[in-house]
């Protein structure tokens, strides 16, 4: 079949590859429908030293059911389903905890011999635990949104769902790519009033404002923050969304949050120390929580709204490439020409 | 009068100095009754450089109130006090959140022109919003229990109340010292059950054990991480309180927490860089919260709780001396000798 491998920055191929097969009975292999690229993504696209194995790429897709392992009892050939971009067996304690992500059976495509989901075909492990099944009479029109689901609005989602955003909160949202206005739709849809969006591309921050954002600050780094600090009244915000991952963004977000308020980092941080000292997080009591979102914690509800009609996610998609094509996505969401762009196989 | 002074590491000295006298028409003159000496004083005490301006110290204190400023109105000549270890107005948006300790018009005892409580008296900036009276009533054998409400229990406590601790939750203190051993009596307080004290003096841990901690971890490091890994079934603790400061407590936290739980941070942070990236915090959904206690938010229940002998906080000082041996207070407590140290002037 065919698949997305790295080899290096800037470096994306579709290569022949040995068809994905059982190696587990809890196993299942999913033929792709639909799959795209992550902002995630664009950190390797960015960073990847060249020379060493190329790296299987993807995790986010919807599919069908090809095939399951002998221990695998909830799915079947045939059956339509979306995939959280890290799998999990949805049993454990820590599942249980709603902390899928940190599953110790889990783990995450593109990785430790599971393939890429920028690929015909896929090997699910933990099929059971993973595997969400979407109901045969969802209509083809949203299929986008349900996409949606296996990464970037959940991962919005989680962000808010972290920082507590509620009714009384003043929010701000750093970054204004495809998690960022996923996490002002999610925010809304929280009860948030005030949702401060920090972006500077002018067709993002549009899709922001439809979708519940009431201020956008272009400005970046110290005069963001100044600006932010004056729609507070000074007093910053109770909130803090960093959808984004550089330091630039961190800074950011302990420069406008609010004493006693707190960060939700859901930008995989492209840093290991930061600042987190009386003169940033700790004389104001502000907190910092976030990670990897635990999609499947999530899934059931939100595939019930998007099929209400209730949230319409896919919005964030503003393209579509044959999975051949799949370097175009890449380069087209690096140059930020696209906000993200779906694969079909 | 008599204060307090220290001009550099280890050195410490009672010096006469001017007394003090009302500044802002919110202030109040008070006459200190019982002092003592903070974990936190240690820090400058190890590592202040010689050779600049002295700096007045002490930031807790029981005393009589003197003199009120014109425009203090719920205070007057007589009434016996005790103080938060940092002042603030109790009126503003920050206090009414509960966070007084980032007051805009709040600030610290012995800066900015304000006195230190290691001292005979002490001007106190935003009296009414700070200062809370004592009934009448109380037994002097309760002194040193209000005593331990101007900083070290209600910073324990505030550990606690920011990590969210309750019934269901394991809880894991770093550190035995006075700040530590009250975040076990409060947690125990807010119904933990499991409550892992990692400390390696045993008279300090004995407490620790008689206010609620059902398991002692006298390792540090990783071994001591791998211990607590143990005790809980290699899942982590829900609720890590980190009552230390040093980067090594940190990296004890970040180790021992279970995924999708929290370090709450009481110890003032001898670092500003920390790890928070995907190694440490992100990566698990690890949170991070806590900073300076705002005292004046829990004093009101703590005093009522002293005062009907549900809580004996005061037992966490183990010697006293008069003012003019304060030097030896600081002395005992660096070597740990003694645990903490009331100062009579």
Redesign the interface.
């Known amino acids: 079949m065919r698949a997305t491998l790295m080899y290096g920055a800037g470096d994306v191929r579709v290569e022949e590859v040995p068809d994905p097969r059982i190696v587990d009975p809890t196993d299942a292999i999913v033929r792709v429908t639909l799959a795209c690229v992550c902002g995630s993504d664009l950190h390797p696209y960015r960073s990847m030293p060249a020379g060493g194995p190329a790296a299987p790429m993807g995790h986010e897709f919807l599919g069908v059911v090809e095939e399951t392992g002998s221990q695998v009892t909830g799915l079947r050939k045939g059956d339509f389903v979306v995939s959280p971009f890290a799998f999990a067996d949805n049993t454990c ?2 599942c249980r ?3 899928h ?2 599953c ?1 059976n889990g783990g995450w495509y593109g990785a430790g011999g599971v393939g890429g989901a920028q690929a015909e075909a896929v090997r699910v492990p933990q099929a059971d635990g993973t595997l969400v099944k979407i109901p045969a009479e969802a209509d083809p029109t949203v299929l986008a949104s349900l996409l949606a689901l296996s990464d970037v609005y959940l991962t919005g989602y989680h962000a808010a769902h ?1 920082g507590r955003v509620n009714a009384g909160k003043t929010v701000t949202v750093i970054g204004d790519g495809a998690v960022g206005l996923s996490a002002v739709l999610a925010s809304r849809r929280m009860g948030a009033e005030r949702i401060i969006l920090m972006g500077g591309h002018k067709a993002r921050t549009d899709l922001g404002r439809e979708w519940g954002a009431t201020d956008v600050v272009p400005e970046r780094g110290a005069e963001g923050v100044a600006k932010v600090m004056e729609l507070t009244g ?2 910053g915000s109770h909130v803090v969304l960093e959808a984004v991952g550089y330091m630039l963004a961190y800074e950011q977000a302990y420069g406008v949050v ?3 308020g ?1 960060i939700s ?1 859901v930008g ?2 492209q ?22 979102a ?1 999609v499947r914690a999530y899934l059931e509800t939100a595939i019930a709204d998007v099929l209400a009609g209730r949230i319409e996610p896919g919005r964030v998609f503003d393209a579509e490439v044959p999975l051949d094509r799949v370097a175009d996505a890449y380069r087209a969401m690096d140059t930020r020409e696209n906000l993200k762009v779906v694969v079909r196989p």
Chains 1, 2 share one sequence.
């Open positions: 304690a820590i905890d709603g902390f992500t940190a110790p972290m000074g007093q609010r004493p006693g707190v980092r995989v941080p840093y290991e120390q930061a600042p987190v000292g009386f003169g940033s997080l700790f004389g104001k009591n502000a907190g910092l929580t976030g990670g990897p635990p």
